[in-house]
C-alpha cells in the first residue's frame, strides 16, 4: 500500500483538491484507493460519500489513528488530508504510515511566507531529516501567464529545500466537479485530458519516491 499524505500550515490552499484528484486518478486506474480524513472540514470525506455509481469508489474514513487500523487489507492506495495549521505534533500519527508527504501552495505572498515556514518545521522532523519521507511542493491554482505565479515559482524553487514538484493550474472545473464527487480523471474530454497533463509530473514523482 502506497500511503500519501497531504499537509499544510496554510487554509484553503487545495490539499483536499489534491486528496480527490489523486484518489479519483488512482481508483479510475483500478487500484483500490482509500481516504483518511482528518481535517474537522470534511471535504475529502464528504467528496468521496458523493461519488456517482457511474464512477470508480473510494473508501472514505473520518481521521484519526483508529482509522489506520480500519482499512480493508487490500486497500492499496491511501491518501490522508489533515486539517490547516497541522504541526509535527498533529502529523505524528501519520508520520510512520507515509511513503511521502505532499504540500500545496497557492502564489500569494502570504501563502509563500506561510509555506517557507511550514517547510522549515517539516525539516526538522527526525524522518524526514534522515531522507525517509521525501516531501515536495505543489503549487496550485496558478495562472502561467501571470507575473504572480511566475514569481511564486521561482521563489519556492530558489528558497524551499523540497521540490516543486507540479504546476497546477487554475480552472473552476476542480470546484465544480467536486461538488458531485467526482475529478477530472473521471472525464476524457479533450479539454479535462488537457488540464491532465497537469498532474502528471506529480504522479511520475510518488511512482518514483515508492
Known amino acids: ?58 473508501l472514505a474514513l473520518e481521521g484519526g489513528r483508529r482509522s489506520l487500523q480500519k482499512l480493508p487489507p487490500d486497500t492499496q492506495q491511501l491518501l490522508i488530508d489533515t486539517a490547516a495549521g497541522s504541526g509535527e505534533r498533529e502529523l505524528e500519527p501519520y508520520l510512520e504510515q507515509a511513503h511521502v508527504l505532499l504540500v500545496p501552495v497557492l502564489p500569494s505572498s502570504f501563502d509563500l511566507h506561510a509555506t517557507l515556514g511550514f517547510i522549515e518545521e517539516l525539516q526538522s522532523i527526525n524522518r524526514i531529516r534522515r531522507g525517509k519521507l521525501p516531501v515536495a511542493l505543489v503549487a496550485n491554482r496558478l495562472k502561467p501567464w501571470t507575473n504572480a505565479s511566475q514569481d511564486a515559482i521561482a521563489q519556492l524553487a530558489e528558497q524551499s529545500a523540497f521540490p516543486v514538484v507540479a504546476q497546477l493550474r487554475d480552472n473552476q472545473a476542480y470546484v465544480l466537479l467536486s461538488a458531485l464527487g467526482k475529478g477530472i480523471f473521471d472525464y476524457q474530454s479533450e479539454q479535462v485530458r488537457n488540464h491532465q497533463q497537469d498532474w502528471k509530473p506529480l504522479l511520475r514523482w510518488i511512482r518514483r519516491q515508492h
Open 1 to 58: 500500500m502506497l500511503t500519501t499524505l497531504v499537509a499544510s500550515s496554510k487554509g484553503g490552499c487545495g490539499k483536499s483538491t489534491l486528496v480527490t484528484q489523486l484518489a479519483a486518478q488512482w481508483a479510475q486506474a483500478g487500484q483500490h484507493t482509500a481516504i483518511v480524513d482528518a481535517d474537522r472540514q470534511g471535504s475529502s470525506f464528504r467528496w468521496a460519500t458523493l461519488r456517482p455509481d457511474n464512477v470508480p469508489g473510494v
